[in-house]
């Protein structure tokens, strides 16, 4: 067979990435003639993760027909996620762990999905059946792909499978996977690359509530500490807001995607409808918001019902 | 997880038969509960691999709504060629060896396909990455269906994957691949249920060939003396078909489906024309065709050029 091309989904994310290069291994190994690319470059936290283990990004396509015959897919197989010519090519192989769907070939072709956390647990597990050796560097690759899609190992789609390749991986690679983890992760949310003001707009949006115009914002992070020691500079913006927009409070939470916890900071009146609203007292302008997450089903509905009260 | 079904698709043959059958027992082992059943009652070659190795015939199944949320496809996975309703329900595993099309999912799932010659294939490397054991009788049966879904390991799409899952069944099975499986695709065959006009009319076709009405026909066999044994019967009804339909000449064309070897046997005239078409010689009305296969392609165009010689 000629040479093959082997990418994961556009705007890739660390196991987009990770998972190309692992599969080009796994079929280098094999006796394929491969070479894994990418659909866009990579993010903040899958450069962290290169630069960590000293590895090149991955070359990025636009098509593939113009240079090979055959692709092999890994983390997706719908057609709208994928290289914009597909069609013109061959899909000899795919391996991924979402749905199948807008996804056909004309010729039998090898397919490996399972409903894991990451694609490459299922890598992993190949290897381990095809009794090829992960070299250090790929597993300390592949951890962080499963650490990525995880969270830590904390998100609702983890399975066994999942807790035991980051087991595996980690003793080959030797990373501890709590300390690296966070690091992969804050890098991927780098807060410290963003302004006070940019944090604050992240994603916020206004509420009408009881005629009071309300503002809710969310941070993601991986420490709270990073959100809560900027708060002096994130409160003047806030205030900043409140003034050039009119909003009569701001409400900023910071959420850690590890453990489902937030802290909200709070600029504007009346604080004590927000006190009331979550059975809390707010010091220096704070209170921790244990087990909220979700701005629209655990904030939003709450402060809606105090301020009707 | 509540109760699954398993089957492979409609029509069955000894693959959908038994693939449901092994990835139930493999389900089994991993804890799932399954059902093996089927979308049709099984032909005739299944029926003696069934009796061989004293196995009950699956539960035939319409529908599958009425009883379980979820199943498990194996052998197949395109909706046509599955249950009714199979948009009513979760398909939560597929193995197959086919193309992937008209196939999509809501969730993620587990789907492995390989492009050999045989599901069961796909399953005999599943069982022994999961270092499950496969019964003996299970074994017989799953040697059975890779018998013959790649007419015992001859058809071109026989890989090296079926040749090893071959030996490593036989070996668990202790049957005798070549003696067995010679048996096995006979009783699929079974010409001896039908009678010697059943099989002269089989397929056959008619051509005029320079003003001549030539009838051409074709018996697929395991061994052409199981056709050749019967050579009086079947030039008896040749002629009585010549004479009722007006035939020139009537040739039968026995094919061994394992060497690709044909037989002909020809009745009324001329047969010089096919001596010289064929470079050969008939005796007693016969003559041998080493490697012919094909009417369409070896057989229809020689004897053409000849008559308008």
Known sequence: MSKALIF??????TDAIVAAKAFAYYQTQMGFDVEAVALGNPNMETNFVLNHFDEPAPRVIKTVANEVDTVMLVDHNEAQQSVSDLDKVMVSHVVDHHRIANFQTDQPLYYRAEPVGCTSTILTEMFDESKI?????????????????TLLLQSPTTTDADREAVRALAEIS?????SYGIAMLKAGTNLAAKSDKELIDGDAKSFDMAGRS????????????????????????MQAE????????FITLATNVLNSDSEMIVAGEPKSVI???????????????????????????PLTAAFNA
């Open 8 to 13: 994961g989904h556009q705007n890739p994310d």
């Open 133 to 149: 050796e992960i070299p250090a560097k790929l597993a300390g690759l592949m951890l962080s792909a499963i650490i990525s899609d």
């Open 174 to 178: 030797g990373e501890d996977v709590q």
């Open 214 to 237: 309300v503002r809710i914002g969310q941070i993601n992070t991986v420490d709270l500490a990073d959100v809560l020691d900027r708060q002096a500079g994130l409160e003047k913006e």
């Open 242 to 249: 409140m003034a050039a927009d009119g909003y009569d409070l």
């Open 275 to 301: 006190e009331k609203a979550f059975n809390t007292t707010l010091t220096d302008n704070r209170a921790s918001l244990p087990g909220v997450v979700s701005r629209k089903k655990q904030v939003v509905p």
